[in-house]
């Protein structure tokens, strides 16, 4: 049984880890998607970034799950 558990936890992680690879995938593409379409003069000024770099899609990607555990949180209340 304590085996069996080990194996539950080590899928539980992988999963979590999958997911926020996906989410950081889905965070950098979206964002060099779109922000470029809807502020085309902030980009061009320099206001805004046309693109974003790894890092900043990891960062972005850990301020939106922090949100929506607060959401969440806030909702069972």
């Given amino acids: 049984m304590k085996d069996s558990w ?5 899928g539980v992680v992988i999963l979590i880890i999958v997911i926020f690879v996906v989410a950081l995938f889905l ?3 979206l964002w060099d998607w779109t ?3 809807l502020f085309p003069g902030a980009v061009e000024q320099g206001l805004v970034a046309g693109t974003i770099s790894w890092f900043t899609a990891f960062k972005v990607a850990i301020f939106m799950a922090v949100l929506a555990g607060v959401a969440g949180a806030r909702q069972h209340r």
């Fill in 27 to 29: 965070v950098k593409l």
């Fill in 6 to 10: 080990g194996l539950v936890f080590m």
């Fill in 35 to 37: 922000i470029p379409d």
